[in-house]
């Protein structure tokens, strides 16, 4: 369940005060909660679950963002105006205590299922959170004195889940105490990484210095067999005694892993553009470990599956962006018997505050919001001491950093996925064909490309296509080939890539069904069609690719405004109208309009009433409930029979053309229903 607080877009000021956090709910990380209120909340987790919901609606009532709230904590970030604002929302969520702010459920109907009443005064659920705070700022050069600041939010939107980090119920909040890896400070993590750096030199100096290695003192001079090790074998049995090889993961996605990561210290002769920290050993050092996954629910099920076993005699240090990933990340590891995991207590956001650019963190750190990406320096907190000795910038005050204009190439560690030149922009417009999983792509490049496609899937970039209406027979046929090759070669043995191969038949289906129809004269070839979205599939005349999420707040120049004129008012919806297909239906996206006597008129109830694709100021898309459900609109419920669910359809969204989008109409009298008005 989810509510939103849509704002208006004018004379909005400016939310200038980012607010980071998450709190599992243990009593082992929170002493002012106890175990019995904690079970008691759990216990009845359906009536404390909307009072919370609503409680932070109130308590965020000048602020936006995005909360997610279980029964096993809360994990949320906020914007808001001014610090007073800031302040006081966690100074009411430190104070916050369940019995004493919600009250108790009513007593239960049967006396066998009473519960042990807590008293009040233990239920501070929000106790002893790791607030972390940064200062939103316009610092584009380019930009013109009366550029409009995009703010991180459109709106705020508060949901109830049942993880805070979706793990697919791999990792269970109570199994954290117990299975989750070691926590250490940004200055632990740095120091281990420095000393990892200093044995890498130390190891480079034995190799290029090998004649010398008889004044190192070592007690391994023999194999396991009572041989005389070789100097350089002695060397390297001295240096394995005295450290173990340390491991750096990366727990993020790809798309946040390709444009910044920390930077191992282990040393590499390849052309990465990954800069270096010492070029005294003339090699570049390695990205830490990209675990190559598009959601952090598939981290347990594709890495930890594949390199527990490797990983045992390690030391793993783990990282994400603000530390609530690798609390469940380290326990997957740590429940696959990799002993020795730490993870970086507060993430990239708190080593940042310390180190900044001149750390082991190289490029940008992507955020969830509408600032995309942010600089390493962007999050530097000048410190009090630093202050003192400097003379300048207030405590706890994010610097500016460098401008955006004045970053040099040795900064940019992403690279384009087609040409390879250094590239970090990302954009909701650049999505892969097949997994929509975000890319990088030059302009250049992009100009030149109807479809992109992700690492993962560049085997397929010449066979899999979402958009087909540019191809011919011919064309598709050899696409089909291509397809085909790599359902029955490549993706193999087929147990392990049974959802792989199943979107492979899809897509050979979807080409059969295109190629009837071009023969049976019902479509023609559209050699130049436009490019599509991906997301909403309507032409870039209409979208421009960033219609969804929060990318969908800056989609165009053209958002608010239609050619010159202010933007139409929304049509009037509510919950209960009945509606039938509607003026801008796309059959590619949706199906057929339906009208025929084989396939009828679709007739259906609004359920719902919300912001499209999960972003915007304005409650533009409604979901449908049909009388008689759509391919696409079944599922099935517990006891194995299908039901009916809702679908989201367009109600107002506007394209880049001033256009209001409208995938579905009010029925009116004539349209065959009874119930139209």
Not at 77 to 105: A, W
Not at 399 to 425: A, F, L, W
Not at 574 to 582: A, E, H, N, S
Request: charged share 25%; net charge negative.
């Amino acid at each position: 369940m989810t509510t939103s607080a849509p704002s208006s877009s004018s004379s909005r000021p400016h939310h200038h005060h980012v607010v980071l956090f998450y709190q599992y709910s243990l009593p082992s990380s929170n002493h002012l909660l106890s175990s019995a209120t904690l079970n008691y909340f759990r216990q009845n987790s359906s009536f404390y679950l909307p009072l919370l919901q609503q409680h932070q609606s109130t308590l965020c009532h000048n602020m936006k963002g995005r909360i997610l709230l279980s029964t096993e904590g809360i994990n949320g970030t906020l914007s808001c105006s001014t610090e007073m604002e800031l302040k006081e929302y966690i100074e009411r969520m430190e104070r916050f205590d369940l019995i004493r702010e919600l009250g108790m459920p009513p007593p239960p109907p049967s006396a066998d299922d009473v519960v042990e009443t807590p008293n009040e005064g233990n239920g501070h659920l929000f106790a002893n959170i790791d607030w972390k705070t940064s200062t939103n700022k316009n610092n584009n050069k380019s930009s013109s004195p009366s550029a409009v600041v995009v703010g991180p939010f459109p709106d705020l939107k508060i949901q109830i889940v049942k993880e805070i980090v979706n793990t697919g119920g791999a990792i269970h909040v109570d199994e954290i105490p117990f299975d989750t890896g070691k926590e250490i400070s940004a200055e632990e993590f740095h120091a281990i990484l420095l000393d990892a750096t200093q044995q890498q030199k130390k190891h480079h100096s034995y190799n290029t210095n090998i004649d010398d290695v008889d004044s190192i003192t070592t007690n391994a001079n023999e194999d396991n067999e009572g041989h005389p090790l070789k100097k350089k074998q002695r060397v390297d049995t001295t240096l394995e005694q005295t450290k173990k090889e340390v491991v750096l993961i990366d727990v993020r996605n790809t798309f946040e892993h390709a444009i910044g990561h920390f930077i191992h210290p282990t040393t590499t002769t390849t052309t990465s553009r990954v800069p270096t920290l010492d070029n005294t050993t003339g090699t570049l050092p390695t990205p830490a470990i990209n675990p190559n996954t598009v959601t952090f629910s598939h981290f347990d099920s594709t890495f930890c599956s594949q390199n527990s076993e490797s990983l045992k005699d390690k030391k793993v240090l783990m990282y994400c962006t603000g530390g609530i990933r690798c609390i469940k990340a380290s326990a997957m590891l740590k429940q696959r018997g990799v002993e020795d995991v730490s993870h970086l207590s507060g993430g990239i956001h708190r080593y940042l505050e310390r180190y900044g650019k001149d750390g082991f963190y190289k490029g940008k750190v992507f955020v969830f919001d509408q600032r995309v990406a942010l600089d390493a320096d962007s999050m530097l907190v000048v410190r009090k001491e630093e202050e003192e000795e400097d003379g300048g910038g207030a405590v706890g005050e994010t610097s500016g950093g460098r401008q955006q204009d004045q970053k040099d190439d040795d900064d940019v560690v992403g690279k384009c996925i087609e040409c390879n030149i250094p590239y970090d922009e990302i954009s909701g417009a650049n999505l892969c064909s097949v997994c929509r999983d975000l890319i990088l792509i030059c302009p250049s490049c992009r100009d030149t490309l109807y479809e992109f496609h992700c690492e993962r899937h560049q085997r397929w970039k010449d066979a899999y296509f979402t958009f087909l209406e540019r191809f011919t027979v011919d064309e598709l046929e050899k696409q089909k080939e291509g397809l085909q090759s790599l359902h029955d070669s490549f993706y193999l043995p087929a147990k392990k890539h049974k959802n792989v191969r199943k979107t492979l038949r899809k897509q050979i289906e979807k080409i059969d069904a295109r190629v009837n129809d071009i023969k049976e004269g019902n479509a023609v070839v559209e050699q130049n069609a436009k490019r599509r979205c991906r997301t909403c599939f309507e032409s870039d005349d209409i979208c421009d690719g960033r219609c969804w999420g929060f990318w969908k707040h800056t989609q165009s120049s053209h958002h608010g405004q239609g050619n010159g004129n202010t933007l139409v008012p929304i049509l009037e919806v509510k919950v209960g109208d009945r509606v039938t297909i509607g003026p801008n239906w796309n059959e590619i996206r949706l199906g057929s309009r339906g009208g025929s006597q084989q396939d009828p008129i679709r007739l259906g109830t609004v359920v719902n009433i919300k912001s499209w694709a999960s972003g915007g100021d304005e409650l533009d898309c409604v979901a449908v409930k049909w009388d008689k459900p759509l391919d696409c609109g079944r599922r099935r419920n517990t006891s194995g029979t299908e039901e009916q669910q809702s679908e989201i359809y367009r109600w107002g969204v506007v394209a880049r053309n001033g256009q209001r989008m409208y995938d579905v109409r009010k029925m009116v009298t004539g349209d065959g229903d009874s119930s139209a008005k």
